[in-house]
């Protein structure tokens, strides 16, 4: 008959906690019942420890199995895929624990536990997230030691320490394999959350969409500059070139007969001819900003960056319009670097199909609008004196910057510029926009975030939701396409000092602030500080390691080995894991070699060096009851205490069930004293 190895007593505990600590992740995004069926699980097994109930039998644990299937499917719709693969994959897992029984069923929880420790990574990358994972694999190692000890003198907290110890010492090669095991491209992408819909700017704009998006407070992007950081006026992050207007919302369009291949230029491909005047004029200005974006996760495929952006990685494409954009959409964070050039726009031309599509309205949309335009078109001598009017008819009629619009109902155009005159920058951009194509001045609707907010810790920039923005561009001949930004001639502040400061200096505005639960951010207490260590260290973790892809460590190895070959790499692992695993040897043996004596053993080796001393030599190896046995051939009058010291002293050195405490080492001590005045 086969032996049966029972989980120690010893060791229950952690496995509990290990199955309850590593599921968590999974119970607090997933459904209700999973949490309930974990605390069942826990329930019947404390039970069965208590020896108040027996394990359930075969029926009821399939039982159990079907229901965890079902729930899941009805759940998710699905068994495939990563949220409702790991749904089951944790059911399944709190349900093995329910199986334990022989050591073979605790090692296969482990091992379980190990996989759903990688799981909760595929949700979550924050230096929280791993710091959490890491705790949960200290506890499953603590399992391990657990049920590999023997139940003489086993302490729980012993088993932790030593899964600590073996953590520590697993860091180091942990982080050379990190940097020098090459990174493949996986098989297979998956794609998690994306069907979920995320904060960010959609693909075109209505009254009201902008406005949304500045009562949130969720990150956008981070910028980390290389060199100088531009001014905040001067940071007008482009998003989306809009150029079509149905007479209520404004979207993307490209000119009729152009196909992509001369619209967007992609890395490698043949560069259209918009593009090497962009290069030419590129290579002459001295003005440029080189950065890195990393960008939150919008399931869209636009990007953002600074006028004019010319891509730096692969992975995406530049379109003539002066935006950037993804090849694929943007799913979990993206980083990308971008160098702009600011001046580089006078390059591009603007052709027929262009002009004809920068000019279009619709028939029935503004009408009193276009008889204003008209007049300006009529007394003005250019597209720039065009422009000023217009801005200067915001400053003087009495328009207002507004966080909360009245309703626009039947014509947006003129209902803003003659009736309510209230509006966010939305308004303002769309009008003007609308205002200049009535007057024969090309113009288009961008749309984006202006600002930043830079984090005093480092050299990067917060972009938040708050910070979206809209404006309007116009063409002027010789300068290109030329930023407008009528927002600007209502409420300067707002360029100036960012939405959030515009609002904090206006009495109005603080009472949106209080509304919005933006002040947080500005009170410039303990929160906004400790907010900015977790951002800056947020983002060193996304650049310094999540960052290190393939290109990154490609320059890492070439910069350490000169030429990157996979010779080179492999003799490098070997090396450095030959070197670790010779520190770890050397470092057993000075610990060997300069091993402590525990309490015991030097009470023992007290004894028999003051024997030694004052009698014959005695032999090393000697058992306590030897050693007393000879202490009493020496000295006749010293037999009883030696045996009563002899006695006490085994009693004590091989207890199974606790080591000595302190008044019974003091006991013993006493003894050896009494019997140190008999040998003198």
């Not at 296969?108 to 990574?121: E, N, P, R, S």
């Not at 600074?306 to 959409?329: H, I, S, T, W, Y």
Request: charged share 20%; with cysteine; glycine share 6%.
């Amino acid at each position: 008959m086969a032996r049966i190895y029972q989980v120690p007593s010893h060791t229950r505990l952690w496995l509990a906690l290990a199955v309850v600590l590593c599921s968590i992740p999974q119970l607090v995004k997933g459904p209700l019942w999973q949490a309930g069926l974990l605390v069942l699980v826990i329930l019947i097994r404390w039970l069965v420890d208590q020896q108040r109930l027996t394990l359930p039998g075969r029926i009821v644990r399939t039982l159990l199995l079907i229901g965890a299937v079902g729930l899941t499917f009805y759940s998710f719709g699905r068994l495939y895929g990563p949220e409702a693969g790991v749904a089951l994959l944790v059911s399944l897992f709190a349900l093995k624990y329910l199986e334990v029984v022989q050591q073979r069923d605790a090692y296969v929880v482990i091992v379980l536990g190990y996989f759903v420790c990688a799981t909760a990574l595929l949700f979550s990358q924050t230096p929280g997230m791993f710091l959490y994972v890491v705790l949960c694999m200290t506890v499953l190692t603590t399992c391990l030691v657990g049920i590999n000890h023997s139940d003489t003198r086993a302490s729980g907290l012993l088993h932790g320490k030593r899964a600590m110890v073996m953590t520590m010492q697993a860091i180091p090669l942990m982080v050379v394999l990190f940097l020098l095991v090459p990174r493949v491209a996986p098989l297979w992408n998956m794609q998690v959350g994306e069907d979920k819909a995320r904060t960010g700017m959609s693909d075109s704009m209505s009254p009201g969409q902008i406005s949304e998006l500045s009562e949130s407070a969720e990150l956008a992007f981070r910028v980390d500059f290389q060199g100088d950081i531009p001014p905040r006026p001067q940071r007008y992050w482009r998003g989306l070139t809009l150029s079509h207007y149905d007479g209520r919302t404004w979207q993307q369009a490209v000119p009729q007969g152009q196909a992509e291949s001369e619209y967007l230029y992609r890395r490698g491909n043949q560069k259209p001819v918009w593009y090497q005047q962009l290069e030419s004029r590129r290579a002459a200005e001295q003005q440029r900003y080189r950065y890195q974006i990393i960008a939150e996760p919008t399931q869209r495929r636009w990007l953002f960056s600074l006028a004019v952006p010319f891509p730096l990685d692969e992975g995406m494409a530049l379109a003539k319009d002066m935006r950037l954009v993804a090849d694929q959409p943007v799913s979990q964070r993206f980083a990308y670097g971008v160098e702009s050039v600011p001046a580089a726009t006078d390059a591009i031309s603007l052709d027929g199909q262009e002009r004809q599509l920068m000019l279009s309205l619709p028939q029935e949309s503004g009408r009193k609008a276009r008889g204003l335009a008209q007049q300006w078109q009529l007394e003005s001598h250019s597209a720039r004196e065009i422009a000023q009017r217009a801005l200067r008819h915001f400053r003087e009629q009495p328009f207002h910057y507004t966080l909360r619009p009245p309703r626009l109902t039947a014509d947006p155009v003129d209902d803003f510029l003659f009736r309510t005159r209230r509006g966010f920058c939305e308004h303002y951009a769309s009008s003007f926009t609308f205002l200049m194509r009535a007057a024969g001045v090309p113009a288009r609707v961008v749309v984006g975030y202006q600002g930043g907010e830079q984090n005093q810790l480092g050299t990067h920039l917060l972009v938040r939701q708050y910070d979206a923005h809209a404006w309007s561009e116009i063409w002027l001949e010789g300068q290109g396409w030329t930023r407008v930004d009528p927002t600007g001639a209502v409420a300067p502040e707002r360029i100036e000092l960012g939405l959030r400061e515009a609002l904090e200096n206006s009495e109005d505005g603080r009472d949106v602030l209080d509304d919005l639960g933006l002040r947080r951010f500005s009170d410039g207490g303990l929160f906004a500080k400790v907010s900015q260590w977790m951002d800056y260290v947020d983002f060193r973790w996304q650049t310094w390691v999540l960052g290190y892809d393939s290109a990154f460590q490609s320059a890492f190895l070439e910069d350490l080995l000169g030429v990157v070959s996979p010779v080179r790499i492999a003799i490098a692992l070997i090396v450095a894991v030959a070197m670790l695993m010779g520190l770890y040897a050397l470092f057993l043996l000075w610990r060997t070699g300069n091993a402590r004596l525990t309490l015991m053993e030097r009470e023992y080796w007290r004894l028999h060096q003051r024997a030694s001393e004052r009698g014959r030599p005695l032999a090393v190896g000697l058992t306590p009851m030897q050693l007393s046995d000879a202490i009493s051939e020496q000295w006749p009058q010293a037999a009883v205490a030696a045996e009563n010291w002899a006695k006490y002293y085994q009693k004590l050195h091989y207890d199974p069930v606790s080591a000595p405490d302190k008044r019974q080492r003091r006991h013993l001590r006493s003894l050896r004293n009494r019997l140190y005045k008999l040998l003198d």
